[in-house]
């Protein structure tokens, strides 16, 4: 079970919202590149960053704080980012960058053709993000519930050729409530491709649950306000996650 941290980037700034709210943002650090370091130094073995700006713009907006994180990282550790990725020549800078992962959200329930091509384009390196209410996807950094059930859109994206699939439950995002195991495994076991889940993660007690549930599928989770708040300690999470995985 791989935990990776979230580093969102708002103005440039490292920054966690509540429920997608752009008006409610914390600023954590001034400093993306060395949150970034901070992290790899608690064990990190992967990050992920979002372009908050350029989810709503529907273009990249902090390429020059996700440069300077690559930067730092070098090729320690894989980056996956999401944000505003809306068309192939965005995806092959991503790349050229040093972005391992590149998110489609908004871009591939919205233009599935899209999706379908970035895959074709870039076998490996696409994963799809979708957020979701209650089962409903929801696209627009948030902001519009479709009528599109999770599992549906996940098992055609998959059939397009997606390396794996960000879950969001976007009721619990940023809000301490505990990650919505029930819908994850739900997901993950319709699948063949990995879930990471995300979401509401609070503490350690989420980390054991998604533990137990790891055989279904589920290959890791996203965490952010936990540890920047304190309420989850990184390193010490990810040494349970690993002792629970090797018993």
Not at 150 to 174: P, Q, S
Not at 237 to 242: M, S, T, Y
Request: hydrophobic share 45%; glycine share 12%.
């Amino acid at each position: 079970m791989l935990l990776i941290p979230a580093i969102d980037l708002k103005d440039g700034h490292c920054v966690r919202l509540k429920q997608g709210e752009m008006d409610d943002a914390t600023v954590f650090s001034e400093d993306p590149a060395a949150m970034a370091r901070h992290w790899i130094e608690q064990g990190a073995r992967r990050l992920h960053l979002v372009d908050l700006n350029g989810a709503f713009a529907g273009k990249p907006k902090n390429e020059s704080a996700i440069k300077m994180i690559l930067a730092e990282v070098g090729d320690e550790i894989p980056v996956q980012l999401g944000g505003g990725i809306r068309d192939l020549d965005t995806i092959a800078r991503c790349l050229d960058d040093g972005i391992r992962y590149v998110i489609i959200g908004t871009a591939a329930v919205k233009n599935p053709g899209f999706l379908h091509d970035a895959c074709s384009a870039f076998p490996g390196h696409i994963i799809v993000g979708l957020d979701a209410k209650e089962g409903k996807v929801a696209v627009d950094g948030w902001s519009k519930l479709t009528g599109h059930d999770v599992i549906d859109l996940a098992k055609k994206f998959e059939g397009y050729g997606a390396e794996a699939v960000i879950y969001t439950d976007i009721g619990r995002d940023g809000m301490l409530s505990g990650v919505n195991i029930e819908a994850t495994v739900k997901l993950a076991q319709a699948l063949t491709i990995p879930v990471i889940a995300s979401g509401g993660m609070a503490g350690l007690q989420d980390i054991q649950a998604l533990c137990r549930v790891a055989h279904e599928g589920i290959m890791g989770a996203i965490t952010g306000r936990a540890i920047y708040e304190g309420t989850l300690n990184f390193k010490a999470a990810q040494a349970e996650a690993d002792s629970l995985s090797n018993r």
